[in-house]
C-alpha cells in the first residue's frame, strides 16, 4: 500500500467510529424521548377517559335518583320523561322487585345495559346507573335505571376530550366503536391485546397504544392510542447521514493524503526534471518541516545552476504580482470601458502582443467587441466605426470555440473557409472569463435544463467574454506563460464585470419597495422633480393620484399581515394592470401608494382614477384565512387627483395638493376619488401653454393642443379608453 492508501485508511478509522457511535446515540435517544411522551399523553389520556365516565356515570345515578324520589308510579314515569326531555339520560326503565318493566321510556338504547358499579359482561350498548326503590318502611319496591348509550358519537366525544384515538372493545376483544383510522385499526387492536395493565405497547408504523378498563367506576374495556412524534423516516435518515459522512470522510482522507504527499511527489517529479536536463523545476515550499527544508536546499541548489533563468522567472512573478495588484484597484471602480481598456493595455504589454480584444456575451449568443487595441488593417468588414462592430456568435472561429468549450486556445492562424468575423492574424491566445462561482450554477449540463433546439450554445460555466491577444512581437507562438498571463487578466475581467453588474443591481434594488415591486419613495423624490421639469420644458401638465387602501389596518388586524401583505401585492398588480407603459406607480410607505400620469390633464386622470377604483372594488383579494379555506377580502381605495401646474408650482406641492384631496376624499366616505381645488391665488409660475388650447365645457383642465376639428393633439388622451401599461417592470 502507497503512503497516501495508509494515511487514508487511517483518517477512515478515526473518523467514521465516532461518527456510527453518533449515529446510534441519536436514534435511540430520539426513540426513547419519544416512547416518554406517547406515554405521558396516554397515561393523561387514561386519566380523562375515566374522569368523563365517572362523570356520565354520576349524572345517570343522579337521574336515577331524581325518579325514585317520586312517591307514586304516575310521579315517576312523568319524572322519567321530564329526566329524558333534559337530556340527562337517553332511557329510564323502571322495573318491579322480580325485575319486569314497570315502565320505560321510548327510544331507548339497545341492550345490554353495563351497569357503571358492576362488572363487564359481554358487549355492551349503553352505561346505566340503578337504583333501589323502597317505601318508607324499607320494603323493597324494584329498581330504576338511567341509561346512555355507548355508540359512535360516545366514543368520538371521549376521543375529542382526550385528544387521542379511541376505540372501545367487546368482551371477546373484539372492536365494537373506534376513531382510527381503517389503516391502522388492526395494527392498534395487535397491540393492544399485547398490553398488560397499564403497559405502553408500540406498532410497527410508530402508534403507541395502552388500555384502560375494565376497572371499577370504569367498566367500558378501551384502547388509547396516539401517533408518535418521531420524524419519519429517522433510521433512513440517519443512514443517510452515516454515508454522506462516509463520504466526506473519504473525500477528507483523500485530500487530506494528497497534502501531506503532494511535497514528496512534486520533488520526486522536480528531481526528474533536472535528471532530464530542466533547470527551471522548483519545488513549493509549502511548510518549514523537513520536506520543507529539503524543497528549499533543492531549490537553492537548481537556483545557483540556472541563475539567469531563475532572474528572469523571478522578474515574470514580479510583473505578475504587480498586475494582480492593479486588477485588484480596478476591480473597485464601475466603469467597465475603462477597466476593460486597462486590463486590456496591461495584457499586451505583459505578453508582447501586438493587438487584442475584450469581447463580452450578449443575451443573443453572440461576442460582441467592447474595447479593441491595434487592430488597424486586421479588421474583417475594412475600418471599424466603433468595436461593437466586432461580433462572433458562440461556437463560431477561435473566440466563439473559446467561448462555447470554456477552454484556453494558442497557436498559429488557419483561417477558415468561411470567415466567422474575427480579426486576422499570424498567432492567437484566447482565454474565456466567466463570474465567480458561476460554473456551478449556470452550467449548460444542469439536470432538468436541456438547451432547446436551435438555441445557441451555451458557455460552460456561464462565460462573460473572451479575452483574445494577437500576433506576438518577433513572430513566435504564444507560449504556456503567456497563457497563465492571459488568465490572470480574465480573471480581473470578469471580477470587474461582475462588480459593474452587482452594483447596477444593487441601484435598481435601492429604488424598488421589495414587496410590491413598484418604486419606492426615494424614487419617487427624483421621479416628481424630473417628471415636474419636463412637463414645464414642453408645456404639458402632469397628473397625481394619491391613493390609500381604506380600512387597511382592520386587514391586519382580522387575518395578520401576511394577508395584508398579499392584499398590497394584489393591489400593486392591479395599478400595473390599469396605468400606461409612460406612467410611472410608486409605493410611498404602508398602504399609501403614488401613480404619476405624464402629460395627463385632470380629466384623464379622473379616467384612470375610476378604473383604479373599479378593478380593486370589484374584485376582493383572496387571502389565506384561519381555516383551511381562502378568504376573500373586499377591498376600496380613495384616491386624491392633482394636475401641474393648474393646482401647485412645484413637485412638492402638487404632491401635497395630491395628499389633501386624498383626505378629502376619505371624509367623503372613502372608495372614491377627489380633484384638488384650485388654490387662490393660483400658481405664479409661469408655464408655456399652446396657443391654440381651448377650454373644455366640462372646465377641466386638458394637456395638449387642438387642430381645427378639434381633435386632441400631445399630452395623455382624456377619452374612454386610455394607453395600458403592460404588467411587470
Known amino acids: ?104 321510556t321510548a327510544g331507548g338504547p339497545t341492550r345490554p345495559w353495563q351497569d357503571c358499579a358492576g362488572p363487564p359482561a359481554g358487549p355492551v350498548g349503553a352505561l346505566a346507573a340503578e337504583v333501589r326503590l323502597r317505601d318508607p318502611a324499607g320494603a323493597d319496591l324494584g329498581a330504576v335505571a338511567a341509561a346512555q348509550p355507548v355508540d359512535p358519537a360516545f366514543v368520538a366525544r371521549l376521543a375529542a376530550v382526550t385528544g387521542v384515538g379511541v376505540t372501545l372493545l367487546d368482551d371477546p376483544g373484539r372492536i365494537t366503536h373506534t376513531t382510527e383510522d381503517q389503516g391502522v385499526r388492526a395494527a392498534v387492536l395487535a397491540a393492544a391485546r399485547r398490553a398488560d395493565g397499564d403497559r405502553v405497547t408500540g406498532t410497527g408504523d410508530g402508534r403507541y397504544v395502552r388500555r384502560v378498563g375494565p376497572s371499577p367506576g370504569q367498566p367500558l374495556p378501551l384502547v388509547l392510542s396516539v401517533p408518535g412524534e418521531r420524524p419519519p423516516g429517522l433510521y433512513g435518515g440517519l443512514l443517510a447521514a452515516v454515508a454522506l459522512a462516509a463520504l466526506l470522510a473519504v473525500l477528507a482522507a483523500w485530500r487530506l493524503a494528497r497534502v501531506t504527499t503532494r511535497p514528496l511527489v512534486e520533488l520526486a517529479g522536480a528531481v526528474d ?52 495588484v492593479l486588477g485588484d484597484t480596478l476591480a473597485s471602480t464601475h466603469d467597465l470601458q475603462r477597466i476593460l481598456r486597462v486590463i486590456l493595455d496591461s495584457a499586451i504589454a505583459a505578453t508582447g502582443a501586438r493587438a487584442g480584444a475584450v469581447l463580452l456575451l450578449d443575451g443573443d449568443g453572440v461576442l460582441v467587441g467592447q474595447c479593441v487595441e491595434g487592430l488597424t488593417g486586421r479588421w474583417p468588414t475594412g475600418e471599424p466605426a466603433d468595436p461593437a462592430t466586432l461580433r462572433v456568435p458562440v461556437g463560431a472561429g477561435v473566440v466563439g470555440a473559446v467561448a462555447a468549450t470554456g477552454e484556453p486556445l494558442r497557436g498559429r492562424w488557419a483561417p477558415p473557409d468561411a470567415p466567422a468575423g474575427e480579426p486576422s492574424c499570424e498567432t492567437y491566445v484566447a482565454v474565456p472569463f466567466a463570474a465567480p462561482g458561476a460554473a456551478e450554477s449556470r452550467g449548460p449540463d444542469r439536470p432538468g435544463h436541456p438547451p432547446a433546439d436551435g438555441d445557441p450554445p451555451a458557455p460552460p460555466g456561464g462565460a462573460l467574454g473572451v479575452l483574445a491577444l494577437y500576433d506576438r512581437l518577433g513572430g513566435h507562438e504564444f ?78 388586524d382580522t387575518w395578520g399581515h ?21 406612467d410611472l406607480a410608486f409605493r410611498q410607505g404602508g398602504e399609501e401608494f403614488v401613480v404619476l400620469l405624464p402629460e395627463t390633464d385632470a380629466r384623464g386622470a379622473t379616467i384612470v382614477a375610476e378604473r383604479l377604483g373599479a378593478v380593486v372594488r370589484d374584485q376582493p383579494v383572496p387571502v389565506e384565512g384561519h381555516g383551511d379555506e381562502p378568504v376573500r377580502v373586499p377591498v376600496t381605495v380613495s384616491i386624491g387627483i392633482a394636475v401641474y401646474p393648474d393646482h401647485a408650482a412645484g413637485g412638492q406641492q402638487v404632491l401635497d395638493a395630491a395628499d389633501d384631496a386624498l383626505y378629502a376624499a376619505k371624509a367623503a366616505g372613502r372608495d372614491g376619488y377627489r380633484l384638488a381645488p384650485v388654490p387662490d391665488p393660483a400658481p405664479t409660475q409661469e408655464i408655456p401653454v399652446v396657443a391654440a388650447t381651448v377650454s373644455p365645457p366640462d372646465g377641466l383642465p386638458r394637456a395638449g393642443t387642438a387642430d381645427p376639428t378639434g381633435t386632441a393633439q400631445g399630452g395623455a388622451s382624456s377619452g374612454p379608453h386610455p394607453p395600458r401599461q403592460s404588467r411587470g417592470r
Open 1 to 104: 500500500m502507497t503512503l497516501r492508501g495508509r494515511l487514508t485508511a487511517a483518517f477512515l478509522v478515526v473518523v467514521l467510529g465516532p461518527v456510527l457511535l453518533g449515529a446510534f446515540f441519536v436514534g435511540a435517544t430520539l426513540s426513547t424521548v419519544d416512547r416518554s411522551r406517547a406515554t405521558e399523553r396516554l397515561g393523561l389520556a387514561a386519566a380523562g377517559v375515566r374522569t368523563s365516565v365517572d362523570a356520565l356515570c354520576q349524572q345517570l345515578r343522579a337521574a336515577a335518583d331524581a325518579v325514585a324520589l317520586a312517591t307514586d308510579p304516575l310521579g315517576r314515569s312523568r319524572v322519567a320523561d321530564q329526566v329524558v326531555g333534559r337530556g340527562l339520560a337517553a332511557a329510564v326503565r323502571i322495573a318491579d322487585p322480580a325485575g319486569d318493566t314497570r315502565y320505560a
Open 479 to 556: 507560449d504556456d506563460d503567456d497563457l497563465v498571463t492571459l488568465r490572470t487578466f480574465a480573471g480581473h475581467a470578469a471580477v470587474a464585470v461582475e462588480n459593474v453588474r452587482v452594483h447596477e443591481e444593487a441601484q435598481r434594488l435601492s429604488l424598488t419597495d421589495p414587496l410590491t415591486g413598484l418604486w419606492n419613495y426615494r424614487y419617487l423624490r427624483e421621479s416628481i422633480r424630473r417628471e415636474v421639469e419636463r412637463a414645464n420644458r414642453f408645456g404639458r401638465m402632469l397628473s397625481v393620484l394619491a391613493l390609500d387602501l381604506d380600512r387597511f389596518k382592520d386587514v391586519n
Open 562 to 582: 401576511a394577508a395584508g401583505d398579499a392584499v398590497l401585492v394584489e393591489f400593486a398588480r392591479r395599478v400595473r394592470g390599469v396605468i400606461r407603459e409612460v
Open 273 to 324: 526534471r533536472v535528471a532530464h536536463g530542466d533547470l527551471t523545476a522548483r519545488v513549493p515550499v509549502r511548510s518549514r518541516d523537513e520536506i520543507g527544508r529539503l524543497a528549499d536546499a533543492f531549490n537553492r541548489m537548481t537556483r545557483e545552476t540556472g541563475s539567469y533563468v531563475a532572474a528572469l522567472t523571478s522578474s515574470r512573478d514580479q510583473l505578475r504580482n504587480h498586475l494582480a
